[in-house]
């Protein structure tokens, strides 16, 4: 089975400049997350999408940040205008939902190898 | 607001020995807990999920205990060995898909 497929792997740009990463993530995984990690800590959530709807954004800078996930499968972070403190690795993730409302047993989340950014 | 420590930022311990991370949590009432293990420039991957009602979880050399009177988990990796190097993460999980939040990681070396 493959991964979630993430690119590019690698991004350098100038700050004020703008960025799109892309995801694929597994077939069949209706949700789909972008997280941010910054050097030595643990991923934080920007954004989490229940097939093509937003699921939760609240931590999403959306003053220069915005997602989208075309037709629920394949998705695009995009950072316009990029700060110094955006450099970190931007990892999306996905996971397989079904409908058990009240549930609370918990998915397995399945990470991309992250795109690292660096803002100069 | 909700916060997650993990016991220290970087363990070091001898090839054979057990090695034990903690995971301590406040203002959450977490549903399941999960860990995660992270290599350097890749992306996290599952390692065991256990849930408010269980104490105690095992597969193969590791093993997870979750209280949540303390709320607290500890994550065990018996015999361990070089290649288990790596950061491990706690990630804890409210509701269904949602408030799902990670811990900071621990810096595990295991040292031959």
């Known amino acids: 089975e493959a991964g979630v497929a993430q690119s590019p792997r690698y991004k350098i740009i100038e700050k004020r400049q703008s960025v799109a990463f892309w995801c694929n993530p597994i077939s069949g995984h209706a949700t789909l997350y972008w997280y941010q990690q910054i050097l030595g800590q643990g991923p934080k959530l920007l954004i989490q999408f229940q097939n093509n709807g937003v699921v939760d954004d609240s931590q999403l800078p959306k003053d220069r940040f915005s997602a989208e996930r075309l037709k629920g499968v394949d998705s695009t972070l995009k950072i316009q205008p990029a700060k110094l403190e955006d450099s970190a690795v931007y990892l999306c993730?996905?996971?397989?939902?079904?409908?058990?409302?009240?549930?609370?047993?918990?998915?397995?989340?399945?990470f991309g190898e992250g795109s690292w950014l660096t803002v100069v | 607001s909700q916060k997650i420590e993990q016991n220290s930022e970087a363990l070091n311990i001898q090839e054979g020995k057990t090695a034990t991370l903690t995971c301590n949590y406040t203002?959450?009432?977490?549903?399941?807990l999960q860990w995660y293990r992270q290599d350097p420039g890749r992306g996290p991957v599952f390692l065991l999920l256990?849930?408010?009602?269980?104490k105690e979880k095992r597969k193969e050399r590791l093993k997870v205990t979750f209280d949540t009177t303390l709320k607290q988990s500890l994550f065990h990796i018996t015999a361990s060995q070089p290649a288990d190097s790596a950061t491990y993460l706690c990630?804890?999980?409210?509701?269904?898909?949602?408030?799902?939040?990670f811990g900071p990681g621990t810096r595990l070396s295991v040292l031959p």
């Open positions: 993730a996905s996971s397989f939902s079904r409908d058990r409302r009240g549930s609370r047993s918990g998915n397995t989340i399945y």
């Open positions: 990630a804890l999980g409210g509701n269904y898909g949602q408030n799902f939040v």
């Open positions: 256990i849930r408010e009602n269980e």
């Open positions: 203002n959450y009432s977490p549903a399941y």
